[in-house]
């Protein structure tokens, strides 16, 4: 199948991201003499105004980043911790085995603002104003509302209106549900940036003094104050059917800080791949690189039933040991040398047999004793988990849309210098927590991630982070700058980003090509959200696979589930040319809104 648009080159700079407004504010910036980091901050913002149903200035942010001329790529942490009156107890008092999905309990510490000014602070050249620009002209002039946002909205208005005012002064702003393709706007999200904006201004004349005087007018300004005096107003509905109140409170925010250090990363023949750390879960990239290096990849042939096979196993091992090792770094102990090691690697590779593996198996590094909490199935999640014993009782079955799975987006620039970042920006999203009507945005719910057991490396604890699923990737080779990309789709991000990296650096296929062959994944992966159900050997193909192959799986002992084609990731890259003489993007076809620009 040819592919549905040539892989763009040019020599200015290159930019993808999971909508068009999005990559064209980037390209705006770079045109203008700003650098790649610039532009993935102008980017960032404009996404959460014009895919709200995905992100919002309320949620979080995971970045990987290459400064020209530099061996190495940085992480930026901009996923903020539970608060500090958050415990396991603080959940059980409220007769809770989960953190609901929805609503005020599962906020975390907003860490997208964070996370985008330390980027641009340390990485970028750009005054705030230039990057906040185009974000506040969509907010206060309008764009075209996406389908996908209009169906959410539409499907939640009940909802907004009677139980999360807020978000209906947000999002009904013009009595019914706005219509796909409408011009849609958001004037409180932009007063609030203009506000905060002419706050940092007025502190100073310095660039990067204002960066950080908008830091701290969002954590310990009118921001933080709004977000307060919101959380301390009264409890709101959530899904477990009942009214709860928040436990974020200012000091979590005001004590809060994004975090920059080196990604982990891994050699694969002449590159090396680079992952935020085990705070996410970045490093199942590099676990699944290791295991693969085994096995002759072009020799099964792209697509095969060997290649989906022993692609699906090593995920299946890799991700059993982000269950059981996984979490903040600064409140566990996480074996990642160990983890990517080769004696482990060796030994795990072993199990890789010819049947599929129905269980989960976690390793046991330095002799360590693996745990994973009990999990429920997807079957067993429907009619035993808290929401659906609720709905039973009457809980009105809209507060089923607040809990269902939403996406992410993803951003990604190189510039002619040499500079890449990629960018997994996520949460605070319209439907799962009450919109702040003064600030014109709702608070995340990441903190659903997180488990409410003892000695997990992901149990809840006050203060810690909970492990993301926010997962962007870097690229070099042989030491200079080759690709950054990245895709929504929550668990399965690093799966589908790595049958993208494979099918160019293994197959040779141009990097349009490799977002558009048929993707695939299991779902014998324990979601990260409540209620973590997971469904073993299920393993979920487009339909345009071989049906030989679709059978060939099924003999091996996999339950095949086919989807309709096109249907699953939507990977986003920007990049260089192997000669590194142009720089180079591509956008996925799903869901039909990502899109490329070079110049």
């Known amino acids: ?30 045109t203008s003499g700003g650098n790649a980091f610039d532009a ?14 995905f992100n919002g200035p309320g949620g979080d942010v995971s970045l990987v980043v290459h400064r020209a001329g530099r061996d190495d790529v940085q992480e930026i942490c901009g996923q903020g911790p539970m608060p500090h009156a958050a415990s396991i107890d603080a959940f059980n008092r409220l007769g809770l085995s989960s953190i609901p999905g929805s609503g005020l309990l599962p906020a975390c510490v907003p860490g997208a603002f964070g996370g985008w000014m330390r980027l641009l602070r340390e990485f970028g050249t750009m005054r705030l104003a230039d990057v906040l620009s185009p974000a506040i002209g969509y907010a206060e002039g309008g764009f075209p509302l996406l389908p996908e946002t209009a169906l959410a909205i539409s499907t939640l208005a009940p909802l907004f209106r009677e139980e999360w005012p807020g978000s209906g002064e947000t999002y009904l702003t013009s009595g019914p549900s706005p219509a796909a393709g409408s011009r849609f706007r958001n004037p409180t999200i932009a007063q609030t940036y203009q506000r905060l904006l002419k706050t940092a201004e007025s502190a100073s004349s310095d660039r990067e003094a204002q960066i950080e005087a908008a830091h701290h007018v969002f954590y310990q300004g009118f921001v933080a104050q709004e977000i307060s005096d919101f959380l301390a107003s009264g409890p709101m509905l959530d899904a477990t059917g009942r009214r709860n109140r ?25 590159y090396r791949v680079f992952k935020p750390g085990p705070w996410s879960q970045g490093p199942v990239f590099l676990q699944q690189l290791a295991l693969l290096e085994g096995f002759d990849l072009r020799e099964m042939g792209q697509g ?185 789709g929550g668990d399965r991000q690093d799966q589908w980003t790595l049958q993208f990296f494979l099918n160019a650096v ?28 997971y469904r073993p050997g299920v393993l979920v193909v487009e339909e345009t696979c071989d049906p030989q192959t679709v059978e060939a799986l099924r003999r091996r002992g996999h339950e095949l589930e086919l989807v ?36």
């Open 1 to 30: 199948m040819l592919p549905s648009k040539p892989e763009l080159h040019g020599s200015v700079g290159a930019v993808a991201s999971t909508h068009w407004l999005a990559s064209s504010a980037a390209m705006r910036i770079l």
């Open 304 to 488: 095969s039933a060997d290649y989906l096979h022993t692609m699906v196993e090593c995920t299946k091992l890799a991700m059993s040991d982000r269950e059981a090792w996984y979490g903040d770094p600064a409140f566990t102990d996480v074996p990642l040398d160990t983890l990517l090691g080769e004696d482990y690697t060796l030994r795990r590779r072993a199990m890789v047999g010819d049947s599929a593996a129905l269980t989960l198996r976690p390793g046991a590094p330095n002799g360590r004793t693996p745990f994973i909490p009990p999990l429920p199935t997807q079957d067993d999640a429907g009619p035993d988990s808290e929401l659906m014993s609720q709905l039973r009782n009457g809980l009105p079955t809209i507060l089923r849309a607040t809990t269902a799975k939403a996406d992410t987006c993803t951003v990604t620039v190189t510039d002619r210098r040499g500079n890449m970042v990629a960018a997994t920006p996520s949460g605070g999203w319209m439907k799962s927590s009450p919109a702040i009507g003064s600030l014109g945005f709702p608070l995340g719910t990441r903190g659903q991630s997180m488990y409410l057991v003892e000695g997990h490396p992901n149990s809840l604890e006050p203060g810690k982070r909970p492990r993301t699923t926010l997962s962007p990737t870097l690229v070099l080779r042989e030491g200079r700058p080759f690709l950054a990309f990245g895709t929504p």
């Open 506 to 533: 293994e197959f040779g296929l141009d990097l349009q090509q490799s977002t558009e062959t048929t993707v695939f994944h299991t779902d014998q992966v324990p979601a990260s959200f409540t209620p973590h159900a």
């Open 246 to 270: 928040g436990l974020l409170t200012g000091e979590d925010l005001a004590r809060w800080e994004p975090t920059v250090a080196t990604a982990p990363s891994r050699a694969y023949g002449p």
């Open 40 to 53: 993935a901050v102008a980017a960032g913002f404009v996404l959460q105004v014009v895919e709200p149903h």
């Open 564 to 599: 309709p084609a096109y249907s699953l990731g939507r990977v986003c890259t920007a990049g260089f040319t192997p000669d590194g003489e142009f720089v180079r993007a591509a956008a996925s076809p799903r869901g039909r809104h990502a899109y490329a620009v070079c110049t």
